[in-house]
């Protein structure tokens, strides 16, 4: 086994088992914090897979940002009471065997879809990936898909909007 | 070298997951990170198949998905707290005043 | 680094609704209270000076900005409608507003922002455009259905909608991205191309096709994912309802067929039989359950689905004649739906009472005119001869029967048949029964004589011409639509 390889298993167990754990925790702190890690780890995975730029917003925007977000939440409502409710819904066989079903689907369509040829092992470095990832993908977000990449202001714009409407303190002149 | 099918049983292993906890949990907060879980496998998705083919139009993709990712969070838990002042829970089974 | 060039037009429409939306929430700070329905007017015109821009598209065909948006006739013939949606929208949720205290200018800012998504749904070209669109609007939806705050049911139908709404991206994009996976490529035309070289792997094409379905089956609300759709629309505010049962789900009707018209069709046959069976269920499903609600708003949500599976008929035909009349139903299918939202949204009472079927009883004495719509919106939605819904109806299974989908047909022509029962509920109510004969005593400030704006007014009557003008005159509009099913095709 190469080294590449001991850490893929390494990261891809941590992501796996935190990633089981926040489904699995009652606290919602806990599902919080063990989601924060599998985070960690996929961003270990994507320095992996030469995506240096993703993994650093995938530490600053996701853990940095949206996380900070879930546990500030967390922390405003009222945590004694959301904890000690009952952990799973009563469908859960049912949502058990659909998942079961759902992940043997892919996994089929995964391991034999990547037998063929079309679909060899990663091996070597790329020439172009390596150098320079966060410039290459600054440089196609300006040129490429500008369009997509303005649009996006509108969508945070809609968002903070949307936000602010909607948890801000009730005012006076509401009903 | 690690072949890319590992990294994409490892991306769909995540998306179960994140399906199974959005169907059995109970609590609003936790449905919603198991949706970001969802969302992270979607990119490790992306991402390998980038690196495979050698084209970084994938890892663009994860980039804007991520700012979804984002956008949602705010305005998702933002409803979450409009909806907790007026009832004062996060679990699911409480979200009952429309009935069939 | 150049910086390529930013063409001004082909986006034009989208820029002046955003500027708009930007500027009613500026001036809001500015406007004193009693002069805020201003703004409402503002955005109004907003929409009136996007509708002028698009008439500028049309001289503007072809790709730009490498290939992430194409204006053809499509885009524009989607552009006029979301656009007349949300005019229509605006008007009508003028006097709703005010009523429930909740007249803030970000409801039209958001309305104009989701529109401006719809927009670059119907135009994209691209899958990276098409979901962006649709984050755009759906985000600005989960906020507009949850925009009486302090309302619990507003609350629930926000959280459902947010909840599953998010989910079902996940599937769109884990589909997405299988399909980048197998084709390289997320641009439409490109993966069409893939697909016919034959080279590519067919299983990940598959499953990514069917995480894409999902994702718009979700969107468009057909089944087996349409179990969302009766309590976001019943706890959504009365004009949001209307306006996501029509706007929204043509934005995702107009992404499903780019989709899966341009993209797609070497696959055509396999994806063919999941809408068949989705069609059916989709009706049968609505059209059972319509029957059985006292809710109005919730009995039109069923309504709506079982429309989205009539819709479905005319895109399992695959032809060109199918996806026109697809156009000219959700024009169709917008007006009437809009106009029986805006009638509910006047007789109900503050604080969204009086929305029951039974709660109808005496509009006819009391309102003739009002109820007079009401008949001829309910009766559209039926298919009744004479209005836009018959025609639109005609068109659409006359496409699924040239293309010898007769089981189909009547399956749908028995649907609409059963859907008559539901439609007439309330016109009974409202002329053959007394008020207060359910057995509710109302309270006499319920009584009041109705106080209907001049706004609302409007939208009834624009409404009516329109399902009148479509049912008698349809070909117009069903020729352009033809013209741009062609261009898809």
């Given at each position: 086994m190469?080294?590449d ?5 390494c990261?891809a167990a941590i992501?796996?088992i935190?990633?089981?754990m ?14 924060i890690t599998t985070?960690?780890?996929v ?6 897979l ?6 650093a917003?995938?530490?600053i925007?996701y853990?940095g ?18 904890s000690?409710e009952?952990?799973f819904?009563?469908q859960w066989i049912i ?6 079903v759902?992940?043997v ?5 995964i ?9 060899p092992p ?7 990936l390596?150098r320079?990832n966060s410039?290459?993908?600054g ?18 714009l ?7 409407i ?10 | 070298?690690v072949?890319?099918?590992y990294?994409?049983i490892?991306?769909?292993?995540l998306?179960c997951?994140g ?6 949990k ?7 990170m198991s ?11 992306f991402?390998?198949f ?5 084209v970084?139009s994938?890892q ?11 956008a949602e ?6 409803i979450?707290?409009a909806?907790?002042r ?8 409480e ?6 | 680094m150049t910086?390529?060039?930013v063409?001004i ?6 820029l002046i ?12 700070p500015?406007t004193?209270?009693?002069h805020?329905s201003w703004l ?18 049309l ?28 005019g229509?929208s605006?008007l009508?949720s003028?006097?709703?507003l005010?009523?429930?205290g909740?007249?803030h200018?970000e409801?039209?800012?958001l309305l104009?922002?989701?529109t401006v998504?719809?927009c670059?749904m119907g135009?994209?070209n691209?899958?990276?455009m098409i ?13 507009l259905?949850?925009?009486?705050r ?9 959280i459902?909608y947010?909840?599953l709404?998010?989910?079902?991206t996940?599937?769109l994009l884990y589909?997405?991205?299988?399909m ?12 069409s191309s893939?697909l ?12 990514g096709?069917?995480?894409?379905m ?6 468009v609300?057909?089944?087996p994912?349409q179990?969302?759709t ?8 009365i004009?949001v309802t ?5 706007g929204p789900k043509?934005a995702?009707?107009?992404?499903f ?6 993209a797609?069709p070497?696959?055509d046959?396999?994806?063919?039989w ?9 009706m049968?499903?609505g059209?059972t359950?319509a029957?059985?609600?006292s809710?109005i708003k ?5 309504s709506?689905i079982?429309?989205?599976g ?7 035909a695959?032809?060109?004649?199918g996806?026109a009349?697809i156009?000219f ?5 917008s007006?009437m739906?809009l ?5 509910i949204s006047?007789?109900?009472l ?8 039974d ?10 005119w009002l ?11 039926t298919g ?7 025609t639109?109806?005609?068109f659409?299974?006359?496409a ?7 089981w ?8 609409s ?15 053959m029964r007394?008020p207060?004969?359910?057995?509710r005593?109302?309270?006499p ?8 704006s001049?706004a609302t ?6 409404s009516?011409l329109?399902?009148?003008?479509l049912g ?13 099913a062609?261009?898809?095709?």
């Amino acid at each position: 086994m190469t080294f590449d390889q001991i850490l893929f298993y390494c990261l891809a167990a941590i992501a796996i088992i935190s990633a089981l754990m926040v489904i699995t925790r009652r606290n919602p702190v806990h599902s919080a914090m063990f989601l924060i890690t599998t985070l960690f780890s996929v961003a270990g995975i994507y320095l992996q897979l030469h995506a240096e730029f993703l993994a650093a917003v995938q530490v600053i925007v996701y853990v940095g940002g949206i996380m900070v977000l879930f546990l500030f939440v967390i922390m405003l409502v009222n945590l004694e009471v959301v904890s000690t409710e009952r952990r799973f819904n009563k469908q859960w066989i049912i949502a058990l065997i659909a998942s079961a079903v759902l992940l043997v689907e892919f996994g089929y369509v995964i391991v034999r879809g990547g037998k063929s040829s079309l679909l060899p092992p990663v091996t070597g470095p790329a020439q172009d990936l390596t150098r320079k990832n966060s410039e290459q993908i600054g440089l196609m977000l300006y040129q490429n898909y500008m369009l997509p990449f303005e649009i996006a202001s509108l969508l945070l714009l809609v968002a903070i909007i949307g936000a602010v409407i909607l948890a801000k303190r009730r005012l006076a002149s509401d009903k | 070298m690690v072949p890319l099918n590992y990294f994409l049983i490892l991306a769909a292993i995540l998306f179960c997951l994140g399906v199974i906890g959005f169907v059995m949990k109970r609590n609003l907060i936790t449905m919603f990170m198991s949706i970001e879980l969802m969302l992270n496998s979607v990119n490790l998705t992306f991402v390998a198949f980038s690196r495979h083919i050698n084209v970084l139009s994938g890892q663009i993709f994860v980039f804007f998905v991520m700012v979804i990712a984002a956008a949602e969070a705010a305005v998702g838990l933002a409803i979450i707290v409009a909806f907790y002042r007026n009832r004062e829970s996060l679990n699911v089974d409480e979200v009952d005043r429309m009935k069939l | 680094m150049t910086l390529p060039q930013v063409p001004i037009l082909p986006i034009l429409p989208e820029l002046i609704l955003t500027l708009f939306g930007i500027a009613v929430m500026l001036f809001d700070p500015f406007t004193a209270k009693p002069h805020k329905s201003w703004l409402s007017s503002l955005a109004f015109i907003g929409v009136l000076a996007a509708l002028a821009g698009n008439v500028l598209l049309l001289a503007a065909e072809g790709e730009y900005y490498n290939g992430m948006i194409i204006v053809d006739s499509f885009s524009v013939f989607f552009n006029f409608l979301f656009l007349i949606i949300a005019g229509l929208s605006i008007l009508a949720s003028r006097q709703y507003l005010v009523r429930e205290g909740v007249n803030h200018s970000e409801y039209y800012g958001l309305l104009l922002f989701a529109t401006v998504g719809m927009c670059f749904m119907g135009g994209a070209n691209e899958l990276i455009m098409i979901f962006i669109g649709l984050e755009i609007t759906s985000i600005s939806t989960y906020v507009l259905a949850g925009f009486r705050r302090t309302d619990l049911k507003s609350n629930e139908a926000a959280i459902k909608y947010f909840l599953l709404g998010s989910f079902a991206t996940a599937f769109l994009l884990y589909g997405i991205a299988l399909m980048y996976g197998a084709t390289h490529t997320t641009h439409l035309s490109q993966i069409s191309s893939a697909l016919l070289t034959g080279r590519i792997d067919l299983r990940l094409v598959l499953a990514g096709t069917a995480l894409m379905m999902v994702g718009f089956s979700f969107k468009v609300a057909t089944a087996p994912f349409q179990i969302w759709t009766p309590d976001v629309y019943e706890g959504a505010p009365i004009p949001v309802t209307g306006w996501m049962s029509v706007g929204p789900k043509a934005a995702g009707f107009a992404a499903f067929l780019r989709v899966f018209f341009v993209a797609l069709p070497a696959l055509d046959q396999k994806w063919f039989w999941v809408l068949w069976v989705s069609s059916v269920l989709t009706m049968t499903i609505g059209n059972t359950a319509a029957m059985l609600q006292s809710n109005i708003k919730r009995m039109l949500a069923y309504s709506s689905i079982a429309h989205a599976g009539y819709i479905l008929v005319a895109f399992a035909a695959l032809t060109p004649n199918g996806i026109a009349s697809i156009m000219f139903y959700l024009l169709a299918y917008s007006v009437m739906n809009l106009g029986a939202f805006a009638v509910i949204s006047a007789w109900s009472l503050s604080g969204e009472r009086r929305v029951t079927i039974d709660e109808f009883a005496g509009l006819g004495y009391r309102q003739p005119w009002l109820a007079a719509a009401f008949t001829v919106f309910l009766l559209g939605l039926t298919g009744i001869p004479l209005t836009a819904g018959f025609t639109g109806k005609f068109f659409m299974f006359r496409a699924a029967i040239n293309s010898k989908l007769y089981w189909l047909t009547i399956i749908a022509l028995l649907n609409s048949a059963a859907s008559l029962y539901y439609y007439l509920r309330p016109t009974i109510a409202m002329y053959m029964r007394e008020p207060g004969e359910s057995g509710r005593t109302s309270a006499p400030q319920d009584s009041a004589p109705l106080q209907i704006s001049m706004a609302t007014k409007v939208v009834i009557a624009v409404s009516v011409l329109a399902v009148f003008y479509l049912g008698l005159f349809p070909s117009t509009i069903l020729d352009f639509a033809q013209s741009s099913a062609f261009l898809v095709h």
